[in-house]
């Protein structure tokens, strides 16, 4: 199995910081990695799909980036709306593993 | 719209058995297959499994072979997963969510299961 492994867990930052995550996995693989945001009581929410391709609908400041072991998701000015917890999904190889999350506060 | 709607809250006892549905409106059903995750209380997320909708192919997480199943009934565009043998780790939020492959492009509201005696 692809283990997948995010930091921080935890990211404390202010509005109009740039965010950076890093998920980090156990085994190269090219692309197939998607970005979730997920808040409370609520379904996760696709931002990234294929390392860097932005879902429809969601803002330009999120982007992603990478390959091999190491992917990023980058808010570029985080807004109040961005408070929430973010997971990285591997699609490279069954079963499809998420990071544990990176919970992003104020 | 693309729409996922899931089945209500269960209370079940250990041992026993839970069946989720989730069905799907606003797009061609069989094109799409169907990821579950679920997510226990203050967890992160957990991907249990994937089912074809076209052929009924299905890959699950290793952790859970032996009870889980998924199925779809493409007579009314409705994707189930039951889990057997529950034990009190199974109480979580379940979700099913369209994806093909590249993302969960669209997910259910999510059905919550307690599993508790």
């Known amino acids: 199995d692809i283990q997948m492994t995010q930091s921080p867990s935890t990211l404390s930052a202010s509005l109009g910081d740039r965010v950076t995550i890093t998920c980090r996995a156990s085994?190269?693989?090219?692309?197939?990695l998607a970005w979730y945001q997920q808040k409370p009581g609520k379904a996760p929410k696709l931002l990234i799909y294929k390392a860097s391709t932005l879902e429809s609908g969601v803002p330009s400041r999120f982007s992603g980036s990478g390959s091999g072991t190491e992917f990023t998701l980058t808010i570029s000015s985080l807004q109040p709306d961005d408070f929430a917890t973010y997971y990285c999904q591997q699609y490279n190889s069954y079963p499809w593993t998420f990071g544990q999350g990176t919970k992003v506060e104020v | 719209q693309v729409h996922l709607v899931q089945s209500g809250a269960e209370v079940k006892k250990p041992g026993a058995s839970v069946k989720v549905s989730c069905e799907a409106s606003?797009?061609?059903?069989?094109?799409?297959?169907i990821s579950w995750v679920r997510q226990a209380p203050g967890q992160g997320l957990e991907w249990m499994g994937w089912i074809s909708t076209y052929n009924g192919n299905t890959n699950y997480a290793q952790n859970l072979q032996g009870r889980l199943s998924m199925t779809t009934d493409t007579s009314t565009n409705t994707a189930y997963m039951e889990l057997r043998s529950l034990r009190s780790d199974d109480t979580a939020v379940y979700y099913c969510a369209r994806d093909n492959g590249l993302g969960s492009h669209y997910w259910g509201q999510g059905t919550l299961v307690t599993v508790s005696s």
């Open positions: 085994q190269s693989f090219s692309s197939w």
């Open positions: 606003g797009y061609s059903f069989r094109s799409y297959g």
